[in-house]
């Protein structure tokens, strides 16, 4: 009876509200809206019924939001769906979502408005995968989203939606290809990327940029601003570059970041929306369409034709991929370029270009196979081949066949390799060994370093069979004399160990291998004379103010040491007077407990030495600090001289020293290094007698206004003090031309300013001359700036840092000089061709092409020879020191000129000239 009353009771919409209950709606706010008015219950049922359908299309829009959100529309989302199970909130919870689509998500909107047109054109599935692309854009394409939105609607523009959207997308995929690739270079660099690949596209850009140093950041943003931006938008660039002067003082290295990204994303946009309208012209015009113009669209008209861009046509991805594959091989195979042109290009016949490409791409990985298969072979024999990866993976079938045609090459150096190893090398000859088979192993060498090889083998071999024979012979001897055993098997023994059994033998009278009892060793008292002598030599050098004192502690327990302490001290201390005056020229008021610490290193002969390498140091740091007692003098202490005293010299060292043959770029290099003593000698001779003020070291000290400074951290270049043949200019010339009038001087004018541009081209400076030949001698402050700051790099041929050195001195100075100089300068560049020419070959061999520049391929070359040397005598690469003659000493000059004309013509030496 309670049952049916409670059925009387309940309301005729009872049913309804406990199916929308048990559908998981909220019915209370339901319940209550159509029980404020029972007359009105039918017509608000209707609106209850709108009410959740709204409420359950909106929890279909709002149950994902796509990638491009923020976390804190992720939480609406949430909140929307929790407040949507109450359907009496489905207009509001539209109206908010309405709002907060047209910032984050307005495709959602426009393709909503549509939906109908849509599903009337049957494109539903379209719609959806639509809608599904442009959810998962990143936040950074939400602007370009915004720009196509208003289409979305109308199922008429779908191919340009589809253009526009996979456009969007190949711009994603470019940024996250560019995140990874950048995340791989910081990774090997030692930081920490992980997750960055799973970052938005702006964050993960802002997180790489945060990782690079701040080194040059302002001069990479000016640059960027300029060389990016000024080109689309001058007034753009003005605008941003007021910003950067502005950051300038006081902004942090995070609003420099921050900037740096601003400034990224402005000109990649800008790059890419230019290469997306010229790629799509160009598709045009590969599709017969023609345009008023022919070329592309420059960067200033990018803003004008975005304005004005017509309709975008569909790519196919798959046929543009296997085009391009296909234009790079064809590109190196041109006899398969006419087999698949009828396919290239052709839409309709992608599928038979694609299978076409693919047989071809089959080709080139069997290529690459046998040719990695045959360095392989040869990598197992020694020979260093990685140098051949590049040209594998260029072009692998052009790489085969230059790998055939050198085999025998190949073939020669792994034989020479084998011959070198097997030669005994124990007592003399292992450095030249060593350094040729490196040569070898390294270096794709010619024939003519092969055969130089060769003669080197036999050479090596035909000296070391012919002293195992006087080894033999004085092994015999001892034999002979009792001394030695004759059961000794001397056949297993390197040169070395029999030298040394021999030398034990004539030492001890026994062999290494006899016990050493008692007294009965010969000689047995060397030790006792030498440490005599070296105590003598000690005594006389502490009687001229030496301080010694340690040496002649030591002696006593270790007179062998020190007798090479104080061998190798004696050369230093015969060049005192030159390390004096280098010492005392530098401005010691600037750091006066370091000149204390200098003076009585002064006194130490063990110190001279790595005193004279710390000058170069000494320089900079002295250079960099404020004066500290401008009266400040520094008193050089000078030995008190005494009676000469003639200290023996062991003689073993000559009677038995070991003539090993050199090549003749190693004589070169010999003869020229003892010129360059006695050269040196008389310098510094001339140097005590006459004026102190042309010290190169006083140059590193205070840098003249017009010329770098040079540092004198290594050994000299080697000099010849032999004049070429017809490279110099005649000093009785020199003498006839000294009295030139004034006249004289402005008629020569003209040809001065010849020999001048006339150097800068042969050194390929033209910039420089065509500012000679525009503006005269208005130019000469420009051109020694632009030659002064090319002195003093290394790695480099020293001979090109001479060469740039004189030519500072030989510019013109308005006065007499000024057209001999200018000749001596027209000579140098007249011999530029040789050296030119010599370090193209030497890059070649290196498999680094000439860049066509001759100071670039110079610095290149010396970078190779640091890290890959020449055969012989190594090549000096480092700063130039000498001291050269003053601009006004025209004979001095001359002969310099003279000297480093030589150098730039030396003699071939085994096919290498240097």
Known sequence: MSENSDDENRPWYYERLQDLHHDGWNITSIEDFL????????????????????????????????????????????????????????????????????????????????????????????????????????????????????????????????????????????????????????????????????????????????????????EDLRLLILEQIAIFDPSLSDHHEKRRVALIEGASTQDLRNFRIQMDAIADNLHQRLARLNDLLNEWRGKGIEFPHGDSIRPEELLEWETNLPEIEETLQLHLTALERWNQITSLWTDVEHSGSQYAGKLEKTEQFIDYVDLLDQQWKQHEIEAMMFIENYEHSGLIMSDWSEEIVRDPRSA??????????????????????????????????????????????????????????????????????????????????????????????????????????????????????????????????????????????????????????????????????????????KGFSSLKRRIARLPWYRDLTLAMEVEQQLKDPTQLNSLAESIPELSKHLANRPSEDESFTLNVWTPSPT???????????????????????????????????????????????????????????????????????????????????????????????????????????????????????????????????KNGMEALKNIRRGLAKHVGIQPRDTRVD????????????????????????????????????????????RHSGSSDNFLDDALRLGKALQRIPGPGFPLPIDADIRELPDPDDVIGLEREVTNIISHLNMSTAGGIIA
């Open 35 to 218: 029980s404020e008015n029972e007359d009105l219950a039918s017509e608000r049922i209707v609106y209850t019924d709108f009410v959740v359908e709204l409420a359950q299309e909106l929890l279909e829009r709002t149950g994902y939001l796509g990638e491009s959100v923020d976390s804190r529309s992720l939480e609406l989302s949430r909140t929307w769906e929790e407040e949507l199970r109450d359907p009496m909130n489905a207009e509001r919870v539209l109206e908010e979502y309405r709002q907060w689509a047209r910032e984050w998500r307005p495709w959602e909107l426009e393709l909503h408005r549509g939906e109908g047109l849509w599903r009337a054109a049957g494109y539903e599935e379209e719609f959806a995968s639509i809608l599904s692309r442009f959810d998962f854009l990143d936040a950074s394409s939400l602007p370009s989203a915004k720009i196509i939105s208003p289409i979305l609607h109308d199922p008429d523009n779908y191919d340009e939606i589809i253009d526009s959207l996979s456009t969007i997308e190949q711009d994603e995929k470019r940024q996250r290809d560019a995140v990874s690739n950048a995340a791989k270079l910081l990774s090997e660099a030692g930081f920490d990327v992980e997750g960055v690949e799973k970052m938005p596209i702006i964050d993960a850009l802002d997180w790489i940029s945060q990782l690079h140093q701040l080194h040059d950041l302002h």
């Open 400 to 573: 085969v066949r230059m790998l055939k045609k050198k085999k025998h090459l190949f073939d020669q150096r792994v034989d020479c390799i084998e011959k070198l190893s097997n030669i005994d090398t124990s007592f003399e000859g292992q450095s030249i060994v060593e350094k040729r088979i490196n040569l070898l192993k390294e270096i794709d060498v010619d024939l003519e370093i092969l055969e130089n090889t060769s003669e080197l083998v036999e050479n090596l071999a035909r000296r070391g069979a012919r002293h195992r024979r006087m080894l033999e012979r004085d092994w015999r001897s001892l034999v002979a004399d009792g001394k030695a055993d004759i059961n000794t098997n001397t056949a297993s023994f390197s040169l070395l160990d029999f030298e040394n059994e021999i030398a034990h033998v004539q030492k001890y009278g026994v062999g290494s291998s006899v016990p050493k009892i008692g007294g009965s060793f010969v000689a047995g008292n060397i030790h006792d004379r030498l440490k005599t002598r070296t105590r003598q030599e000690l005594t006389l050098l502490q009687a001229s103010g030496w301080e010694v004192n340690n040496l002649l502690q030591q002696v006593e327990q270790e007179p062998v040491i020190v007798a090479q302490k104080v061998n190798s001290a004696r050369e230093a201390m």
């Open 643 to 773: 009676r000469q005293t003639l200290v023996p010299v062991p003689e073993h060292s000559q009677k038995y020293q070991t003539m090993i043959p050199k090549d003749a770029m190693e004589d070169a290099y010999e003869a020229i290094l003892e010129a360059v003593e006695v050269q040196d000698d008389e310098n510094e001779e001339s140097s005590d007698e006459g004026d102190e003020g042309n010290d190169e070291h006083l140059e590193a000290v205070v840098p003249a206004q017009d010329e770098t400074p040079v540092d004198s951290e290594n050994t000299r270049i080697e000099e010849q003090n032999d004049a070429a043949p017809n490279t110099s200019i005649p000093l009785a010339e020199i003498s006839k031309k000294g009295d030139v009038g004034q006249d004289n001087l402005n008629t020569n004018s003209v040809e001065v300013l010849d020999n001048l541009v006339h150097f800068l081209r042969a050194i390929q400076m033209d910039k420089l001359a065509d500012d000679a030949s």
């Open 802 to 845: 001479r060469m740039l050195r004189l030519s500072l001195r030989l510019l013109p100075q308005n006065d007499k000089n000024d057209l001999l100089k200018s000749k001596m300068l027209a000579n140098i560049g007249d011999n530029i061709k040789n050296i030119q020419k010599w370090m193209r070959t030497r890059l070649e061999h």
